[in-house]
């Protein structure tokens, strides 16, 4: 069995950015994911000044910021018929437009950008694993059993077929939207998809 202080199930932005902040402060930690690798498309991509603020303490601003699209280049968000098709709306977007401009740069010293998830991923995994972290692909979650002192998971090593277990005091299911790990302890998904979703 391994054993570890928090075991953190999903690498992607949340979970990689937890284990990054926990091995950067000397916490044990083991980071899995079921799949092979991390993102291969680019799925969240807008990175808001909160987030850049928290790489700015965690180390790595300059690392994801020499990545990302800088805010003034994510002008306008324009809406067609079809790709090519006729232009039916055009706003200014992520504070971009000149009577908003202000708000942003008085809200936060760092500025916001579009940062592809596949861009992101593996500098939030790859200075978790630097300063510590524990990182297991092709490791699947199975299930839990929590007790007073912590939990036990099971997961499974996908390239051998072998389930195992990890003992952790603390476990964070960073797993996406249909979390299995939220479906395991009952933790409800409220709300509904928005118009564009």
């Keep these: ?6 075991l953190i199930v999903g690498s992607g932005p949340a979970g990689s950015a937890a284990g990054l902040a926990l091995s950067t402060y000397g916490v044990p930690n083991v980071i899995i994911n079921k799949y092979r690798w991390q993102a291969n498309t680019p799925r969240a991509h ?18 994801a910021r020499a990545l990302a699209v800088p805010q003034d280049w994510m002008g306008n968000t324009v809406f067609c018929a079809s790709l ?38 593996p500098i939030l995994i790859g200075n978790a694993a630097a300063r510590g972290s524990r990182v297991r692909f092709d490791t699947e979650y199975l299930s839990l059993e929590q007790d007073a002192d912590g939990v036990t998971a099971t997961v499974r090593d996908r390239l051998e ?17 249909r979390s ?8 409800p998904m409220e709300g509904r998809m928005g118009g564009g979703g």
């Design 180 to 187: 299995k790990v939220a479906e395991d302890i009952g933790l």
């Design 84 to 121: 090519a098709g006729e232009e039916l709306s055009r706003i200014h977007t992520w504070g971009t437009h000149p009577a908003r401009r202000a708000d942003y740069a008085l809200a936060s010293p760092c500025e916001m950008g579009d940062l592809p998830q596949t861009l992101l991923e």
């Design 1 to 6: 069995m391994l054993e570890t202080d928090v």
């Design 161 to 177: 077929g072998r389930d195992y277990q990890i003992r952790a005091k603390y476990m964070i299911g960073a797993d996406g939207g």
């Design 46 to 63: 807008i990175t808001n000044q909160r987030t850049f603020e928290v790489f700015r303490d965690l180390g790595v601003e300059a690392e």
